[in-house]
């Protein structure tokens, strides 16, 4: 049997992290969508679609939301998100000051995140 060393699942994640196509403005992150790759590099998922925080992207006019590398969003105001772009469009449609609800996965457990929206 000939062992194979692993990069850590999140250092395998950076490569995928494009600062141009990989920000979501509105919550001052770099996201990644969840993927079957993605899926099997971070492990089990309670839910197993949505968009994985990378990073934090800095981002003045971003809401003060509470998210961490390695949060998972699944859903907006009660609303599924799939994809960065579901994510992107899900955030666009609320107006300004707008009460927003994120549904997260955090270590296993899963939360919700209200702020309001820039």
Known sequence: MVVVERPEALDRLVDLVDPDESVVAQLG???VSIDADVGMAIGSLRIPTGVMVAAHAEDRHAAAVSLSAGDVIHS???AAVASLEALRAAL???KSHAPVVLQIERDGQLSF???ELE
């Open 29 to 31: 992150i770099l996201g």
């Open 76 to 78: 907006v105001n009660g």
């Open 92 to 94: 666009d449609a609320l």
């Open 113 to 115: 995140v209200a702020f």
